[in-house]
């Protein structure tokens, strides 16, 4: 039977073609779903749509994850190959070396999070891979405190993301965790070489 003969089938291709287009331009997986194609209001088409609408979501995240745990992880071991051969140096200078040790991994982790907080920016610009939810403005340093608050895994819970972005603040937690106690091992090795120069 051709899909001309049919209203219905007709009708259905027509949605099918008009979803898929959507899902092209980047709608959001949420708007879909909730979406009714039928009277009795579902679409038997609907799940494996959102599925696959679902999977393209998780690609591109994990994409986004990837690019920025390896940037993370590139700027950090830089960070600390410098600081090591650095404060080899200045052993002359005492204990503000310690100080310049602290300091200089404090905004290295800032510096991280900035970066993690422009991939949330992004990806929710991207379209149909989620949002922050809570109460914030949409600002910068609303996704800035979100990442902060992932990074640090302390996660106040105030804002919560959707959608595919989920999978982003995973990563981002667990970035965090390994970079945090990274830069926690490294300051130990140092205090311990400071404390056998005295």
């Known amino acids: 039977m051709n899909i001309q003969q049919s209203p219905f089938r007709a009708g259905v291709f027509n949605a099918v073609q008009g979803i898929s287009k959507q899902v092209l331009a980047g709608v959001a997986i949420d708007s879909l779903q909730e979406h009714r194609y039928s009277q009795n209001g579902s679409f038997p088409g609907m799940r494996a749509l959102c599925q696959m609408t679902t999977a393209y979501g998780i690609a591109i995240v994990t994409l986004i994850a990837a690019v920025l745990a390896t940037l993370i992880v590139f700027i950090h071991y830089e960070v600390l190959n410098f600081l090591s051969r650095a404060l080899a140096r200045l052993v002359?200078?005492?204990?503000?070396?310690?100080?310049?040790?602290?300091?200089?991994?404090?905004?290295?982790?800032?510096?991280?999070?900035?970066?993690?907080?422009?991939?949330?920016?992004?990806?929710?610009?991207?379209?149909?891979?989620?949002?922050?939810?809570?109460?914030?403005?949409?600002?910068?340093f609303d996704y800035v405190y979100f990442s902060s608050m992932t990074f640090t895994t302390v996660g106040y819970g105030d804002l919560v993301p959707t959608g595919a972005l989920r999978f982003l603040a995973a990563m981002e937690a667990l970035s965090g965790l390994m970079l945090i106690t990274w830069s926690a091992s490294f300051i130990y090795l140092e205090m311990t070489r400071f404390w056998r120069e005295k």
């Open 92 to 140: 002359w200078v005492g204990r503000p070396r310690i100080a310049i040790l602290f300091f200089t991994l404090l905004i290295v982790h800032i510096v991280e999070i900035w970066i993690f907080a422009g991939g949330f920016l992004f990806a929710e610009w991207h379209g149909g891979l989620g949002e922050l939810k809570g109460e914030h403005g949409k600002g910068i």
